[in-house]
């Protein structure tokens, strides 16, 4: 199985901004869809956003508009881009490919903090 690190989350104030990046140890290049999913404390995890190997992109109706996300299959790498930060949207962060269930292997994940 594809081995995935997640990094870039920390403690923003709420309306800051964070940038996450998931680095694959193998090529996504043939990985038809990968997703953002995030789990808070006490809730179950969730998925934020995916995108295809097209580029189509889907959202979680609460970061439509919100949140990005992109894949650069050369560097074998997903990012989520999260602008206007809600107390709400605090979670580990996770990507995988999508669809994914508790069989797959996921990472350590990156936590997201936001303070109100």
């Known amino acids: 199985q594809v081995q995935l690190v997640e990094s870039g989350g920390g403690l923003v104030q709420a309306g800051g901004s964070l940038r996450l990046s998931c680095a694959a140890s193998?090529?996504?290049?043939?990985?038809?869809?990968m997703g953002w999913y995030r789990q808070a404390p006490g809730k179950q995890r969730e998925l934020v956003a995916r995108?295809?190997?097209?580029?189509?992109?889907a959202y979680k109706d609460s970061v439509k508009g919100r949140f990005t996300i992109s894949r650069d299959n050369a560097k074998n790498t997903v990012y989520l881009q999260m602008p206007s930060l809600k107390p709400e949207d605090t979670a580990v962060y996770y990507c995988?490919?999508?669809?994914?269930?508790?069989?797959?292997?996921w990472g350590q994940g990156t936590q997201v903090t936001v303070s109100s």
């Open positions: 193998v090529s996504i290049f043939s990985i038809r869809a």
């Open positions: 995108i295809d190997n097209g580029g189509s992109t």
């Open positions: 995988n490919v999508y669809p994914a269930y508790s069989y797959n292997r």
